[in-house]
């Protein structure tokens, strides 16, 4: 492996500053949540009172997960349905994936009245009739998978040979382990609202919107592993082995799976607007705020798709993956803020305050710092010298 | 059984036992595809 | 070709689902009567007149911070307020009265459901049904996720965002110690126009159907919290349409807890059904990679085998054209020689004629 020119520069690069002082900021804003409770950082008045989950749910942890869902999506593609051809973003797929869930457990572990106790689900009484239970638990032990799924490139690392043939051993079966789980734990994002029908806008409101959560992470997982691969390619260019061609390739098949995947989440929206005969809200402005959503932000993808995979555009295709992931971004938020309570007076509903919104920006700021850290360190783009004939 | 004069109580139990009869499914099926599989080697 | 197989499994997957998570609560046929001879409250807000003694009673009951603006300032009134970590409960004044139009109270607090959406959505089951009555928490396991608070319909749970090492979920609690005791709950006892009036449930259902039936021009046809969501603890009687004061007018009867359970009933089904799946599809594109592999090789050694046979056919050819080539030589060679051989005994007869 060649001498990373990088290695030679200074660390005063005009992201490391920005990065430095969105975090030093935010460690400050985490002292005051963990010295002076919650309020330290906003949470006060009504609005706290009738709209609890702020940024650091509704963002952090509501997008952050299905934008990590690429590496459950890429790891059933390769490992279960045999498309050996996406073999190569496997691994960028699974650790942008494992930081994404990490991260969100961060910002969970911010927000709890007491993190310590967060483990309760698990060990101390459980509430079986909660759907925040199984994503507790699904959380916990996806975490766990997604570390298993990636430990081979941290065993290369380490030069570990044994514990990395045991890794490899048994990565179908954590695959399949972690497709279980994310199917599960993706749905039930989704399912929290079930119990709140006088809560949520009866568009975004449906008994399906546990379906539509986890077709959209299917959706979401599949772009962040287009934008990821096209980032690293540009950002990390020396430690990339896939070819402009190779990847270009990539992004085209991944294209035509994102496509159809949205042309799905395109349909059983507009199946649950019938189901539930909610034809009448599109003529609202909030109506039409849905409408924005739903073919903005998800058929207009959809037919961009289709379009770069038939003109073979990568380009475009990569630009179609960057309006989905705001997609998701949008519908998570307005499911669970946007819409939420929009029956109650102003003070009652969601009120940005700046330390918590610069909290969350802190959150995930360390979490592509990470991504950068291992991404230059660990056999993630290339092949380790030593395994380079073995997969 | 036990007293299941609400709906909570009802689903507190059901759920209980459904999950733990999955997950031992999920284990037992683990050792059976394990089993199935062996014979094919042979 | 293969995404659309995935696509399939997909549709087969959003089936099953739809067929589960469409309305359960209609093919569920069990019916939950509850704890019998639990307690509640009646809250006739024809007879309140926002005095707001029982807010004063309940601080003072559960050793809150006294009122932020007087009981005798009515501007309080004009915001809309909701209980929080100080405050367990609040009276808020509907239809302002301003000419004809008189102005309607309502005190609102913890519902007390029959069936509550806190204790279903708690992930570590702090929340419990009394066979009293009140809906009871435990700060010992809380890990304060505030699901609780998202869930509830009725916006009534607060939390101590200022405290850092305990925080709980507060609200009204139907002063269960002193229902222990024997006695009322404090709001119950203090308020001046007997608007609130406890006892058990199914008995202050009859005080209300009595008192709708005896003055029908004064109250709604309606007693609140009957049925709705599954049925409160806390009943309301209203000279108004319930949903002038922020009441969920026409609520179905359904507990909401229920409406959770159409998407949990499919968990357990995923646990068992996805490992079959998807191993079964692992194990078919394994065995059509294999297959595949062999049909590789096996084309391989045709064409070998092929090239191999053409080559001998060639040379078969070749060798039979070589020994036909040889025949015809010999043939050629022979007939000459018989030729030859005949001319030389013609010739020698013609010498030779005697």
Redesign the interface.
């Given at each position: 492996m060649t001498e990373s020119p990088t290695q030679s520069k200074s660390l005063l690069t005009p992201f490391n500053l920005v990065a430095g002082l969105i975090l030093a900021v935010g460690a400050y804003v985490a002292f005051l949540r963990f010295s002076s409770g919650l309020a330290g950082i906003g949470a006060v008045g009504d609005s706290a009172q009738s709209q609890p989950w702020g940024m650091l749910i509704s963002f952090n942890l509501m997008c952050g997960v299905p934008l990590s869902a690429g590496g459950f999506v890429m790891g059933t593609a390769v490992y279960i349905f045999g498309m050996k051809q996406y073999r190569l973003v496997v691994r960028p797929a699974v650790l942008v994936g494992m930081i994404g869930y990490f991260f969100a457990v961060v910002a969970l572990l911010m927000d709890v009245g007491r993190p310590w106790r967060l483990p309760y689900p698990m060990v101390v009484q459980y509430g079986v009739t909660s759907v925040l239970f199984l994503v507790a638990w699904h959380v916990a032990l996806y975490l766990s998978t997604q570390f298993v799924e990636f430990s081979p490139a941290v065993f290369e690392w380490l030069n570990w040979k044994r514990w990395r043939k045991v890794a490899v051993a048994v990565a179908v079966g954590a695959v399949i382990f972690g497709v279980i789980l994310s199917t599960l734990h993706q749905s039930a994002l989704g399912a929290l609202f079930l119990i709140t029908p006088t809560k949520v806008h009866p568009l975004w409101y449906s008994p399906f919107i546990g379906l539509f959560f986890f077709v959209s992470a299917i959706a979401a997982g599949i772009c962040m592993v287009i934008l990821e691969s096209a980032l690293a390619h540009r950002y990390f260019r020396e430690k990339v082995e896939m070819t402009t061609e190779h990847l270009d390739q990539i992004t085209i098949g991944l294209g035509k799976a994102a496509s159809i995947a949205l042309a799905v989440y395109f349909a059983i929206k507009v199946i649950g607007i019938a189901h539930g005969n909610t034809w009448h809200y599109l003529a609202s402005p909030i109506g039409h705020w849905f409408l924005l959503e739903l073919l903005g932000f998800s058929l207009l993808p959809c037919v961009l798709f289709a379009a770069g995979v038939r003109e073979r555009r990568p380009r475009l295709i990569r630009w179609a993956a960057g309006l989905t992931v705001l997609g998701i971004i949008l519908n998570r938020l307005n499911v669970s803020i946007i819409t939420f309570n929009l029956n109650l007076p102003a003070e009652q509903r969601f009120q940005f305050h700046w330390k918590e919104v610069w909290l969350s920006l802190a959150v995930v700021m360390a979490a592509v710092l990470t991504y950068r850290w291992a991404v230059n360190r660990m056999p993630v783009h290339h092949k380790h010298p030593l395994y380079k004939t073995v997969h | 059984m036990e007293t299941t004069k609400t709906l909570f109580d009802f689903m507190t139990y059901t759920k209980g036992v459904t999950y733990l009869l999955a997950v031992l499914f999920m284990v037992g099926f683990t050792f059976f595809w394990l089993f199935l599989v062996d014979r094919d080697k042979k | 070709m293969?995404?659309?197989?995935?696509?399939f499994l997909?549709?087969v997957?959003?089936g099953a689902?739809?067929l589960v998570?469409?309305?359960a609560q209609g093919a569920s046929h069990?019916h939950?009567?509850?704890?019998p001879g639990r307690i509640g409250l009646l809250h006739d807000t024809t007879l309140c007149v926002g005095c707001r003694s029982c807010e004063v009673a309940c601080k003072q009951v559960n050793s809150l911070p006294p009122l932020v603006r007087p009981a005798d300032d009515k501007s309080v009134f004009d915001?809309?307020?909701?209980?929080?970590?100080k405050s367990y409960t609040v009276v808020n004044r509907y239809r302002a009265g301003a000419g004809k139009t008189p102005a309607v109270y309502r005190k609102h607090q913890c519902m007390h459901c029959?069936?509550?959406?806190c204790?279903?959505?708690?992930?570590?089951?702090?929340f419990s049904?009394t066979?009293e009555g009140p809906v009871l928490y435990d700060p010992s396991?809380?890990?304060?996720?505030?699901?609780c608070?998202?869930?509830c319909?009725y916006?009534a749970?607060?939390?101590e965002?200022?405290?850092?090492?305990?925080?709980r979920v507060v609200r009204c609690t139907m002063c269960y110690p002193r229902i222990k005791q024997g006695k009322a709950p404090a709001c119950s006892t203090v308020c001046p126009m007997g608007a609130i009036t406890y006892g058990r449930r199914d008995e202050l259902l009859q005080v209300a159907r009595n008192r709708i039936d005896r003055r029908p021009n004064r109250y709604v046809n309606h007693i609140f919290g009957e049925h709705e969501f599954?049925g409160t603890s806390w009943l309301f009687l209203s000279g108004v349409p319930f949903k002038e004061l922020d009441l969920?007018e026409g609520?179905s009867h359904t507990?909401?807890?229920?409406?959770?359970?159409?998407?949990?009933s499919?968990?357990?089904?995923?646990?068992?059904i996805?490992?079959?799946l998807?191993?079964g599809?692992?194990a078919f594109?394994?065995r059509?990679?294999k297959l595949s592999q062999a049909e590789l090789e096996q084309t391989v050694a045709r064409v070998l085998a092929e090239a191999d046979e053409q080559t001998k056919k060639k040379l078969a050819a070749a060798a039979q054209r070589a020994g036909k080539d040889k025949e015809r030589a010999v043939a050629l060679a022979v007939k000459k020689a018989l030729a030859e051989a005949e001319a030389t005994a013609k010739e020698a007869d013609k010498e030779d004629p005697k």
């Open positions: - | - | 293969i995404f659309s197989r995935r696509r997909g549709g997957a959003a689902g739809a998570a469409t309305p069990l939950f009567a509850g704890h915001k809309k307020r909701r209980p929080s970590d029959n069936e509550p959406c204790a279903s959505v708690c992930f570590v089951k702090a049904k066979p396991v809380c890990v304060g996720c505030r699901y608070m998202t869930a319909p916006n749970l607060s939390y965002y200022d405290k850092l090492w305990d925080p599954g969920h609520a507990p909401l807890p229920e409406l959770s359970k159409s998407f949990l499919v968990v357990p089904l995923v646990l068992t996805w490992p079959g998807l191993l599809i692992y594109s394994k059509k990679e």
